[in-house]
């Protein structure tokens, strides 16, 4: 895989590494209205678009995959420096993709029957096990898992553990 691709700038072609395109594609992306009115109605805020990572891999059969972390661009999107005149609409559709995991991962952890269910598995290890590791190794994975950044995800294991420890007084 190419460390650098070519993107035409003010009518010449530049090699560019694919972080200096990511930040190009951020950028494109909040000065465009209608990118950032899907933002809002995510109820996503735009400064979540830094944490989104870009990577430029050959792929079969499709233009690009995203998930809540990753935005993946095939290589062929670039192979004439043209991506921003031509294929631009690639990460416009594919930006949808991740508000959505992103929106899903949100509301996970806002449904109460998900919260509920963590709850009981922290108590039943506590009431069963007494011990905070062994309820740690067993159920943060789980959790963890769900997060894109751990000190979220550690924060959400303390609330499990608080209300763990209401129910079984």
């Known amino acids: 895989m190419a460390d650098k691709y070519p993107i035409n700038v003010q009518g010449k072609q530049v090699a560019m590494s694919v972080d200096r395109i990511g930040q190009l594609i951020r950028s494109k992306m909040r000065k465009s209205r209608a990118i950032m009115a ?3 109605s995510f109820e996503v805020a735009p400064e979540q678009l830094d944490k989104l990572q870009f990577v430029i891999t050959p792929m079969e059969d499709k233009h690009a995959e995203t998930d809540g972390k990753t935005m993946n661009l095939n290589t062929s999107l670039f192979e004439n420096g ?3 005149e031509k294929f631009f609409f690639v990460p416009a559709h594919e930006v949808v993709h991740w508000l959505s995991r992103l929106k899903e991962e949100d509301s996970y952890f806002n449904d109460p029957e998900e919260v ?3 709850v009981s598995s922290v108590a039943y ?3 069963t096990h007494g011990d905070m ?4 190794n067993r159920v943060y994975p789980r959790i963890e898992w ?3 950044n751990e000190s979220d995800s550690r924060e959400f294991f303390k609330r499990m553990v608080v209300k763990a420890k209401e129910l079984l007084r």
């Open 38 to 40: 899907l933002f809002e």
């Open 82 to 84: 043209e991506f921003f």
């Open 116 to 118: 509920l269910g963590f």
């Open 125 to 127: 290890e506590l009431e």
């Open 133 to 136: 590791d062994i309820c740690w």
């Open 146 to 148: 769900h997060f894109h």
